[in-house]
């Protein structure tokens, strides 16, 4: 799972954290040594961390591609000062004054909130996805451990956890799935994609269609999805062309078990246009009051999950999605979808650049919700006006490739017809060889996606 994310420093942690109690100034050959005791953080560090954390691409040194985002390294030697009193990059997270980990407070500490895939140990709030993504889940026993040393201090030496065996729980979590509850009749719709398999070490991404089951014209103001852990992201799309559209109920792969792209699945992907979606594990998303998406009687929408796993082990892929309904009447704004892709891009090989596209609007259009799409290579996305008195003023960066902010306007953003939007994105490429515009996490894409209504 890449978020929290991914020095060199060879110490040798026995002597770092070794203590000797010393009973007498006199040793006799009856004596018997100490036993060496690694301090609770150097356990954390030596099980934890360095095998699930901090390793290539993820959390293990600034190189790693994706260190711009989340700007944390968490190998030995650097890890404790990185997380103990240090403020989060997610926005979400910060603004409830969490800290990556606040000392006494487990509640408070975003490193025990991405490790812990429950949403009742704090209160449904969700800060992106679980650590490690496309990994195998911490056990029980290792978020445990982690939880008593974070509300014992958590202090960088000393033993303070004394149950060390909670290390060694086997318990695994990916299984565990609590799934949204359908919402009461005339109040909204549910869609899912049944669990599903993920083969080790092989990205699963998958499309199917299904009906929403309206049978008549419905406003939806708000939306809730959620996914099992693994997830990169979830997609409702709506269809451009209603006359050719893929069959009902049908699990269409994104790439064959031999991890060759289904061109077949590929192609249908350019008829897609966004209606909803997320990159974090759990979101509920809310119109501004007044606006509200129009479903068409009869709608079906296609659905697309996108599971990463990095294990030897089969894991489960399972995706919901709540559609939230409102009475016409209290409808004053028909909320359309912004799909704006810059497919045009070349990323050199070890190389970095920004890449930019205009997008005009031939209508006059108030802006409502704006949010991004961008793969690993994303360093930073920036949104800009174009056009008219605002023209270049930036109205929205996002930093984080896996969950990007989803931005809502108090005031919506006010186009005239001929203005519109200016995507501006920079790459850090740091493979050997040059990403193109593609479908897999390996390459790279550039989309706003948001919400508009036009008067």
């Known amino acids: 799972m890449n978020v929290l994310n991914y020095s060199r420093l060879s110490l040798t942690v026995g002597l770092a954290a070794l203590s000797l109690n010393v009973v007498s100034c006199t040793k006799t050959n009856t004596d018997s040594p100490a036993p060496t005791e690694l301090a609770s953080f150097d356990l954390i560090q030596q099980k934890i961390l360095t095998p699930s954390c901090a390793t290539s691409g993820c959390h293990l040194s600034e190189k790693d591609a994706t260190f711009f985002q989340h700007g944390l390294v968490l190998a030995e030697g650097v890890a404790y000062q990185n997380l103990v009193g240090v403020d989060p990059k997610n926005s979400d997270a910060k603004t409830d004054g969490l800290k990556r980990v606040k000392a006494f407070a487990s509640l408070e500490s975003l490193l025990y909130h991405k490790l812990n895939i429950s949403a009742s140990h704090h209160t449904g709030k969700q800060y992106g996805n679980p650590m490690p993504l496309g990994g195998t889940l911490l056990p029980d026993g290792q978020i445990e451990f982690v939880r008593r040393w974070i509300e014992a201090g958590a202090p960088k030496t000393g033993s303070v956890v004394t149950e060390t065996t909670l290390l060694d729980n086997k318990t695994v979590t990916n299984s ?26 092989f990205e699963r991404e998958l499309f199917t269609r299904r009906m929403v089951g309206n049978t008549q014209d419905v406003y939806v103001n ?5 996914m099992r852990s693994g997830s990169h992201h979830f997609v409702a799309y ?60 009869g709608a079906s929408f296609d659905l697309n999950s996108h599971f990463v796993n990095k294990t030897s082990t089969v894991m489960k892929g399972e995706a919901q999605i709540n559609l939230y309904t409102v009475d016409k009447s209290t409808v004053q704004h028909v909320v359309q979808t912004l799909d704006l892709s810059n497919t045009n891009l070349t990323i ?16 006059a259009r108030k802006v409502l919700t704006l949010t991004s799409h961008m793969h690993k290579s994303g360093e930073k996305f920036v949104i800009k006006i174009m056009g008219g008195s605002r023209n270049g003023e930036v109205v929205y960066t996002s930093t984080d490739w896996e969950h990007p902010d989803i931005i809502t306007f108090k005031t ?44």
């Not at 708000?222 to 959620?226: A, C, F, S, V």
């Not at 070890?350 to 596209?357: E, I, W």
């Open 176 to 201: 565990t799935f609590e799934s949204l509850p359908v919402p009461a009749a005339g109040t909204g719709f549910q869609m899912a994609i049944p669990s599903f398999d993920i083969q080790p070490s």
């Open 222 to 226: 708000r939306y809730e999805t959620k």
């Open 238 to 297: 709506d269809f451009r062309n209603k006359s050719s559209l893929p069959n009902l109920n049908d699990i269409r792969d994104l790439r064959n078990a031999d991890n060759s792209l289904n061109i077949t699945t590929a192609l249908t992907m350019s008829n897609h246009v966004y209606l909803a979606g997320s990159q974090a594990q759990y979101q509920d998303y809310v119109f501004p009051e007044g606006a509200a998406l129009l479903i068409p009687a």
């Open 348 to 363: 050199p090989a070890n190389g970095r650049v920004t890449l930019t596209k205009s997008f005009a609007f031939n209508k």
């Open 412 to 455: 919506p953003i006010d186009l005239q017809k001929g203005e519109g939007l200016i995507s501006e994105i920079t790459y850090n490429n740091t493979t050997g060889k040059a990403i193109s515009f593609g479908l897999t996490s390996e390459d790279e894409m550039g989309i706003i996606f948001g919400y508009y209504y036009e008067e």
